[in-house]
């Protein structure tokens, strides 16, 4: 079965109470895990869209303890339900919705008035998953370039990465990114596509440059927060 990556929208607030009635004994007050799995990392919710979730609760999961509740809570409620999930996507506090379109070029600069990372670079390339996430935290000045298709940075991306598909055209793409500000990309390879894009960049004259060591997935797996986008229409 083929799900949809179209949002599904509740009532977020009424999704949250059914949560906590219907579900919490299992999965936790705040998703992280009784006697179910955690529903709430980051790492479940930017691999699982929100039909998949929605049919989850629906029809319960095959060959698990997870029940279907299809006959016990109405349609809304498994979309409010379904909402009140993906409103967490980056974390407990977070209530930041999600994206509605593409980056446009005033917005590739993240923190634009803030200060330089100057990183210290493994092999003068690569930046590790914590530096890049303290440094993001600090509000420093960079631009994050995710190098996988548009359509899977649609899925999950880290915040503030803009879609820069490894074999794009540089001639449109770099438009607008200038070169004296900290460039970090990033792939699932883990390195692969970045390492190819960075080196382009570099070749023409992109100095301040760097690639993810551990790449999206590592990132994710280290419980750094990602951002699920929500557009429709995305070509590759």
């Given at each position: 079965?083929?799900?949809?990556t179209?949002?599904?929208?509740?009532?977020?607030?009424?999704?949250?109470?059914?949560?906590?009635?219907?579900?919490?004994?299992?999965?936790?007050?705040?998703?992280?895990?009784?006697?179910?799995?955690?529903?709430?990392?980051?790492?479940?919710l930017?691999?699982?869209?929100?039909?998949?979730?929605?049919?989850?609760?629906?029809n319960?999961?095959?060959?698990?303890?997870?029940?279907?509740?299809?006959?016990?809570?109405?349609?809304?409620?498994?979309?409010?339900?379904?909402a009140?999930?993906?409103?967490?996507?980056?974390?407990?506090?977070?209530?930041?919705?999600?994206?509605?379109?593409?980056?446009?070029?005033?917005?590739?600069?993240?923190?634009?008035?803030?200060?330089?990372?100057?990183?210290?670079?493994k092999?003068?390339?690569?930046?590790?998953?914590?530096?890049l996430?303290?440094?993001?935290?600090?509000k420093?000045?960079?631009?994050?370039?995710?190098?996988?298709?548009?359509?899977?940075?649609?899925?999950?991306?880290?915040?503030?990465?803009?879609?820069?598909?490894?074999?794009?055209?540089?001639?449109?793409?770099?438009?607008?990114?200038?070169?004296?500000?900290q460039?970090?990309?990033?792939?699932?390879?883990?390195?692969?596509?970045?390492?190819?894009?960075?080196?382009?960049?570099?070749?023409?004259?992109?100095?301040?440059?760097?690639?993810?060591?551990?790449?999206?997935?590592?990132w994710?797996?280290?419980?750094?927060?990602?951002?699920?986008?929500?557009?429709?229409?995305?070509?590759?």
């Open positions: 079965m083929k799900f949809s179209n949002p599904v929208h509740g009532d977020i607030q009424r999704g949250e109470t059914v949560y906590q009635k219907e579900c919490s004994s299992c999965h936790g007050s705040k998703g992280e895990g009784v006697t179910g799995p955690a529903i709430m990392n980051p790492s479940a930017a691999h699982n869209t929100d039909e998949f979730i929605r049919h989850a609760i629906e319960g999961r095959q060959n698990t303890p997870m029940l279907a509740f299809k006959d016990k809570l109405s349609s809304d409620d498994i979309d409010n339900i379904t009140f999930l993906r409103s967490k996507s980056l974390g407990w506090s977070d209530e930041t919705p999600v994206l509605k379109a593409l980056p446009t070029l005033e917005n590739y600069i993240i923190n634009k008035h803030g200060d330089d990372p100057n990183f210290d670079l092999d003068g390339m690569y930046v590790l998953s914590k530096d996430n303290d440094a993001l935290n600090a420093k000045r960079m631009v994050l370039l995710d190098t996988r298709v548009t359509s899977v940075w649609q899925t999950a991306h880290i915040e503030g990465a803009i879609p820069f598909p490894y074999y794009a055209d540089l001639d449109e793409t770099v438009a607008g990114i200038p070169k004296d500000v460039i970090v990309a990033y792939c699932s390879c883990p390195r692969a596509a970045a390492d190819h894009t960075i080196n382009r960049l570099r070749k023409r004259g992109y100095t301040r440059t760097a690639v993810l060591w551990e790449g999206i997935f590592g994710m797996n280290q419980g750094y927060p990602v951002r699920r986008g929500d557009i429709e229409g995305v070509s590759d």
